[in-house]
């Protein structure tokens, strides 16, 4: 497996590579969907239950960086393969063991296997094939993590309501047995560091520094609402119990047509391919706010919803790996670091204001902070870019970037 792959065994790598992407989403999120569930079963609050997505995230945010540079040198097969293993390990345990607490310990032990996938796993999609293949090796695996809301969530919270929340984790868990296999016994044994994805062709800290922003304010905005969704819809808008996996569904097929519309854009209008989706966002969770009252108003927003945020993370990543300003996989860990900031301060923002304004609150709240994000991006974006040709134009300086 040392020997670069065959093109037949390099499309059948990434497809677990897609997989695994799929399965560590669905298992951050899935508390969304089943949050009353999983709190009448433990009898816990509904806040003690979006907690677990403030956990998960929150682990992910610490660890990404520091354990990303300290397993920096294990070939790829083996370190993305113990990953996997570790996510099907704690996930079975920790459905099958006990309650809350155990329940909460072993997510924190699959983040932290998370932590370092997101940082390698684009790399090692891109490593796959040709350099002029990478950007689409790249969009497929974070397609798969966008699939996670289309069909991972959906799936899963109609399977949980069905079957119990316990069966919809370990089904999960199942899906990522396969992809460890996959990447095992696909995945060329090489070095994070090696290879033409390494680093990015066009380093630009500027550009990097103001996606971090971005990013940690929308993703910060988007969970104060989305960790709540279930409840809104419920509580709020009036919906049934047993429609919520078909709107979620709803939201999820709204997300196939972002995807394919991240990746036309991420090529031809990098900028905008970022504008887009964070501008959406703040006007679709301004919107259910004001129309939460509206069922037909709310379905419509949710599908919108659903249609932009699979958008931010694939345009993000792409553009890292054009502009990381050293090696991708470092710029890769704190951006997936500042990404769970946002989900385990959304989560927390969101339940440490239900007391006050309710779950509705919880959507103004999310919506005036992506509103800052796209301002921000659309008034420094600008200045960034123009420095950055300015920049590009002085002659004798060099953009590689330092190992």
Known sequence: ???????????????????????????????????????????????????????????????????????????????????????????????????????????IVTALSQAVFWAVAAPAAAALFEPRMRGRAVAAVFGGSSLAPVLGLPAATWLGQQAGWRVAFLAVAGLALFATAGVALLLPTSSPGDGHAAVGPEPDARAFRLLLVVVSLTITGVFTAFTYLTPFLTGVAGFPDGSISAILLVNGLAGLGGVAVAGFLSERAPRVSVLLPVGLLALVSLGLWLAAHHQLAVIVLVALWGFALPQVPSAVQSRILVIAPGRTDMASAMMGALYNVGIAGGAALGGSLLPYGGVRGD???????????????AVAGGTATAATVVEKDVPGESRRPRP
């Open 1 to 107: 497996m040392s020997g670069t792959p065959t093109n037949a065994r390099s499309v059948a790598a990434l497809g677990s590579l897609m997989l695994a992407a799929f399965c560590y989403l669905t298992i951050e999120v899935l508390p969304v969907g089943l949050l009353p569930v999983i709190a009448a079963d433990l009898g816990v609050s509904l806040s003690a239950v979006g907690l677990l997505v403030t956990v998960y995230g929150l682990t992910v945010a610490i660890f990404s960086v520091p354990l990303t540079r300290l397993v920096r040198g294990i070939p790829r097969r083996h370190l993305i393969t113990g990953l996997l293993a570790v996510f099907v390990v704690s996930t079975t345990a920790t459905v099958t063991v006990g309650g809350y607490p155990v329940l909460a310990g072993g997510r």
């Open 363 to 377: 959507y103004l709240a999310g919506g005036l902070l992506v509103a800052v994000a796209f301002t921000v991006l």
